[in-house]
């Protein structure tokens, strides 16, 4: 069983598109975690939320606590976001994040 | 970056071998946490310490043990391994509620 579903599994997109990128969730949370992986395995923590909304330049995530959802937007896609995003909860009680299997992003030129 | 290191970063091992990876931290970070990945699966916790000498298990831990005895190392045990623990193992550190920072993995071939 897992606790975090995204959607979707799989997405290609078109250079410069909008993209969204969806996780939810069925426990209460104290954060949540947005991870991108590039092929070859690296993991790069993305934002790290508890309410509301970060951006970091092209991407911008959101959450809404009562709806137990959060989403990852990246404006302006480029081929060098293709990648796989991963959504992580942090529950209200425990210390270990749930992740989510991935959204794998490919942007064709 | 964190400062992150996993050792081995590749090996192949034959099943019944015991096999240690090691995690390394130069960030004095509490939290450390051990990781696999598998096609299909998120990143499923096998083991997580909170201090020295302070672990304890994930929703994975059958097969594994882990041992920290310095603040920078966390090695994790598979006491004698089997194909089902082929897999990539990821290190992940961070300070309890803030993010986590990810080593670079480490790619484990039973054959």
């Known amino acids: 069983k897992n606790e975090v579903e995204q959607s979707p599994q799989n997405l290609t997109a078109q250079e410069g598109e909008f993209i969204t990128i969806n996780c939810s969730y069925s426990v209460g949370i104290s954060a949540l975690h947005w991870l991108q992986q590039h092929p070859g395995g690296g993991i790069v923590s993305l934002f790290m939320l508890s309410s509301g909304k970060k951006k970091h330049g092209r991407l911008i995530a959101t959450i809404n606590i009562q709806e137990k959802h959060s989403s990852l937007h990246i404006t302006a896609s480029h081929p060098r976001d293709s990648a796989v995003y991963i959504c992580a909860v942090l529950p209200n009680t425990g210390n270990q994040f749930y992740f989510g299997t991935g959204t794998s992003l490919t942007v064709i030129p | 970056d964190a400062g992150i290191t996993q050792s081995p970063r590749h090996k192949v091992t034959e099943t019944g071998t015991p096999v240690t990876l090691r995690c390394h931290q130069t960030e004095n970070h509490r939290y450390m946490y051990w990781y696999r990945q598998d096609p299909g699966h998120g990143l499923r916790l096998i083991h997580y310490s909170y201090g020295v000498k302070d672990t304890d298990k994930g929703e994975v831990s059958d097969g594994y043990s882990v041992s920290r005895s310095k603040t920078e190392d966390f090695l994790l045990t598979l006491e004698s391994a089997t194909s089902s623990q082929t897999s990539v193992y990821f290190c992940?550190?961070?300070?309890?509620?803030?993010?986590?920072?990810f080593g670079p993995g480490t790619r484990l071939t039973v054959t």
């Open positions: 992940a550190i961070s300070e309890p509620g803030f993010k986590q920072y």
